[in-house]
């Protein structure tokens, strides 16, 4: 099947994960900013080796290059409009891609300044995908640092431009240590303000982690989640009749349809289900999806991971034999739990729908 030409949704999408290699040298000579590479090729695969490590901390590293050459209004507009034409020619249709502001602040933008470039850059790039006959819409989701101390201004800055862009809000970080209830404050005020919430939880952590983000974090969709697994039981009968029991953790998340954003090439890299094995056969993906979670497929970091949203749903289709109604259903799954409203889902949902239709 081809894939690449399938409608597809990306949830899960870091703004500074995604840069070009090319784009990364360009704006790092403009700021002086010493590079590991100094031509696309090797710099790219610099990444890419770096974010096979296994280790999440170096995995995490890497973006000490992306932010650093994302510190200015040119910078944070070039990386936002590119990230939408590279997304746009797969053929995904819609996008949320995510970013911490308070890690583009060094230079001298202000919060919301950098919000705002931003966003400049995806409509940039949407009003150029409508001008060559396509189509993508696009949401900022605005993250806050777990580790750190701003989530309840960051939580501010993401309601202020709620209606100019940005469509739900996030932490990020260091998972392990950092539970999001250090942030219930924050947490709270965006459950008065009905804002919506995701969490990266059940990557680098476990399923306390999972049942904290829902708790503290009221959160709609997990970042990742894979760590579920570990609040699933699994024993065979005596009549070699498998028995599966949810934990309470899981069974929450499944009976409410909470979204797990998972990501195959990055939750291998981080080691994230290394409790299970150390090959993709080993992800937990078919496992959810086949107790009926609502599993969608992303990138997360489509520089570090050298992949793109179609490379993942192959490597799926290459490992676990899904067909295409299987990958149509992980993009309905996506599109009824994007940030956006029930028109708008249910036109991504008609989209899908007629454009599996049309490739089979």
Do not use: C
């Not at 680098?204 to 999972?210: F, H, K, L, N, T």
């Amino acid at each position: 099947m081809d894939i690449q030409a399938l409608p597809k949704i990306s949830l899960h999408d870091h703004l500074d994960g995604g840069l070009r290699p090319q784009t990364i040298i360009e704006l790092a000579e403009k700021i002086g900013h010493v590079l590991p590479a100094d031509n696309a090729l090797e710099l790219g695969s610099w990444f890419a080796e770096a974010a096979n490590s296994g280790s999440l901390v170096r995995y995490l590293e890497t973006f000490d290059h992306t932010v650093a050459v994302m510190q200015t209004r040119e910078g944070l507009e070039r990386v936002a409009y590119e990230a939408v034409i590279d997304l746009a020619e797969e053929n995904v249709i819609y996008a949320e891609l995510r970013w911490a502001p308070e890690q583009h602040i060094s230079k001298g933008l202000t919060l919301d300044e950098t919000v705002e470039a931003v966003q400049d850059g995806l409509e940039r790039g949407m009003a150029e995908v409508e001008d060559r006959g396509g189509f993508i819409r696009t949401g900022q989701l605005v993250t806050a640092m777990r580790h750190a101390d701003r989530a309840m201004e960051i939580a501010e800055l993401a309601v202020r431009h709620r209606n100019a862009g940005v469509v739900g809000f996030d932490i990020a970080g260091a998972e392990q240590g950092f539970l999001p209830k250090l942030h219930k404050a924050a947490f709270d005020y965006l459950a008065e303000e009905l804002f919506p919430v995701t969490v990266h939880a059940g990557e680098a952590d476990g399923v306390e982690s999972i049942r904290d983000a829902i708790v503290s974090g009221r959160a709609l969709r997990l970042g990742h989640g894979v760590r579920l697994v570990e609040d699933i039981m699994f024993s065979r009968t005596e009549g070699d009749t498998d028995l599966v029991v949810l934990g309470p953790v899981a069974q929450w998340v499944h009976d409410r349809g909470i979204a797990l954003e998972t990501s195959p090439s990055s939750n291998l890299q981080t080691g994230a289900f290394e409790m299970l094995g150390d090959t993709m056969a080993d992800h937990p993906f078919d496992i959810l999806y086949d107790l009926g979670f609502k599993v969608t497929v992303n990138t997360d970091n489509r520089l570090m991971s050298a992949t793109n949203l179609t490379k993942e749903l192959e490597i799926l289709v290459d490992t676990f034999g899904y067909s295409i109604a299987d990958l149509e259903q992980f993009q309905l799954n996506a599109a009824e739990a994007a940030f956006q409203g029930l028109p708008e889902r249910e036109e991504l949902m008609d989209m899908i729908e007629i454009g599996f239709a049309e490739a089979q």
